[in-house]
C-alpha cells in the first residue's frame, strides 16, 4: 500500500535552515507529482509546494518563495522540501502529499521555528 514517510523536522532558530525528506513506497514514485503541506496549530492546511513528475514546481504559498525549493529524486524515490530562512511562522508540522494537492498524507514532521 501507499506509504510516504517525513522526517528532518526539528527545532531551528529563526533565520536557520532545515531539509525535509519524504520516503515514498507502494506505487509507482516516479509518475505522480508530489507535494508539501503544512499545518500550524490551530489553523487549516496550507499548500506549500508541488513538483510535477517533470520537475515542474510551483509554490502557491508567497510566503515561501525564494526560501523554500521542492526537489525529487526518483532513484530514491525521495522528495525534499529545502527551507531557508525560517521564520516563527513556518512553525508547523509538514505533510508530504502523493499528489499536486497534498493528498494520501504521511505522518508529517514537525517543524519549530524558536530563539
Known amino acids: 500500500q501507499v506509504r510516504l514517510v517525513e522526517s528532518g523536522g526539528g527545532l531551528v532558530q529563526p533565520g536557520g535552515s532545515l531539509r525535509l525528506s519524504c520516503v515514498a513506497s507502494g506505487f509507482d514514485f516516479e509518475r505522480y507529482a508530489m507535494s508539501w503541506v503544512r499545518q500550524a496549530p490551530g489553523k487549516g492546511l496550507e499548500w506549500v509546494a508541488a513538483i510535477d513528475p517533470t520537475d515542474e514546481v510551483i509554490y502557491p504559498l508567497a510566503s515561501v518563495k525564494g526560501r523554500f525549493v521542492i526537489s525529487r529524486d526518483n532513484d530514491k524515490n525521495t522528495v525534499y522540501l529545502q527551507m531557508d530562512r525560517l521564520q516563527p511562522d513556518d512553525t508547523a508540522t509538514y505533510y508530504c502529499?502523493?499528489?499536486?494537492?497534498?493528498?494520501?498524507r504521511g505522518q508529517g514532521t514537525q517543524v519549530t521555528v524558536s530563539s
Open positions: 502529499g502523493q499528489d499536486r494537492y497534498g493528498h494520501n
